[in-house]
């Protein structure tokens, strides 16, 4: 039996997402439990079959190697053609059905259409997915206008969340990505966005004057500007590059 199939069961099986880590804890629990067995089997004095080779090899399975294991299935399925990948997320790995037979699998559910997001809505998720956490007060100095209503429909959406309240005047709520966003999107973390690390160090416009605090510092970063519309591009497409100047 082969680790590669072994995983395919595992990912197959499991409702949730398995990480490398628990990957090979589960492959190296089935070897320890086996053992077990054959040693109460020599306790009441029977006379075990040895552990078959294959299976004694897998005591030693580590991350890395059911991680290697992973990308060699991945190359067979687009050798073969198959109609699924092996892709990991924000907790773990899964098996997906390609994108392009997305409009087929759709047939299943006909009674769920694909959502679609307005400008406003991107540019508001953009803000908060790549500043995250952040305020209220923080994504509208960036957008120009009033956000509640497209805060209460991303929340409705569970694309964002409350993560907190700022150390600032008022202890205003932080809005950050939730797991469902890494799902919709494919990315496993932030720094999978587009230019995340470039777009996450432009300094965002100053919100509205509040009553002067102890330590400045608690303020958020304040500067140059970044248009939401150019955020919102750099979350739908990989190929935008820069910001925009101040």
Known sequence: MQLSAIIEALLFASQAPLTTDELARLVRAHVAEAEDVRLREIEEGKEPQPLPTW???????????????????????EA??????????????KIFTRPEYGEFVRQLFPGRKP??????????LAIIAYRQPITKAAIEAVRGVACDGMLQK?????????????????????????????????????????????????????????????????????????????????????????????
């Not at 777009?199 to 919100?207: A, C, M, N, Y």
């Open 115 to 124: 959502e679609r997001f307005s400008g406003p809505a991107m540019e508001t």
């Open 154 to 246: 991303l929340l409705d959406r569970d694309l964002i969340c409350i993560g907190g309240r700022a150390e600032l005047p008022g202890r205003p709520l932080l809005y950050e990505t939730t797991e469902l966003f890494f799902e919709h999107f494919g990315i496993r973390s932030i720094n999978d966005l587009p230019n995340s690390a470039e777009l996450r160090k432009v300094q965002l416009p100053e919100p509205p004057a509040v009553p002067p605090i102890a330590d400045p510092e608690q303020q958020l970063a304040l500067g140059n500007f970044v248009s939401p519309t150019t955020a919102a591009a750099a979350l739908a497409d990989p190929n935008t590059v820069s910001p925009e100047p101040a």
């Open 55 to 77: 299976l004694v090899a897998l005591a030693d399975t580590t991350p890395d190697a059911i991680g290697q294991t992973l990308a060699e299935l991945n190359q067979a399925y």
């Open 80 to 93: 073969s053609q198959r109609a699924f990948i092996l892709s990991e997320r924000l907790k773990g790995w």
